[in-house]
């Protein structure tokens, strides 16, 4: 009997090191991608203009370069003078999160006047609102 809880005990040390090993192993290899997908999305950007968007299943990864962030090494490694940020063109969806705003505005008074229940109608003009205050980089 004593062999067979001897035998339990190792079994059961030998398990938790094999598990600590596992959950390093898995961190480090997170990071790691973590930190490709990173430097990918930053070399998208700046090769193309435009955000390389995740998958839709991943909803927490974020990252966002700073203007005049990105920096460029030559082949002696030497930095490269980073040229000063240039304002952005003016975001395309603002003229028509507007729009949806004035006609969602337009639904609420309307249900207020007939006296029918507005809170939906009201929820929505804050979210125009939020996505218009987004689009605006307010």
Known sequence: MENILSEYQKWKQQGEALRAQAKQAMEAR????????????????????????????????????????????????????????????????????????????GKVDAAKAAGKPSRNLEDKVYEIEDELRLARGV
Do not use: C, M, W
């Not at 460029?72 to 490694?77: G, Y």
């Open 30 to 105: 997170f990071h790691e991608l973590l930190g490709e997908a990173a430097r990918l999305a930053r070399d998208y950007q700046t090769d193309f203009g435009t955000a390389l968007k995740p998958p839709a299943e991943v909803t927490e990864f974020r990252y966002k370069a700073a203007p005049g962030a990105v920096k460029k090494v030559t082949a002696k490694a030497l930095p490269e003078p980073v040229a000063p940020a240039v304002p952005s063109a003016p975001n395309p969806k603002i003229p028509g999160l507007e729009k949806k705003l004035a006609t969602a505005k």
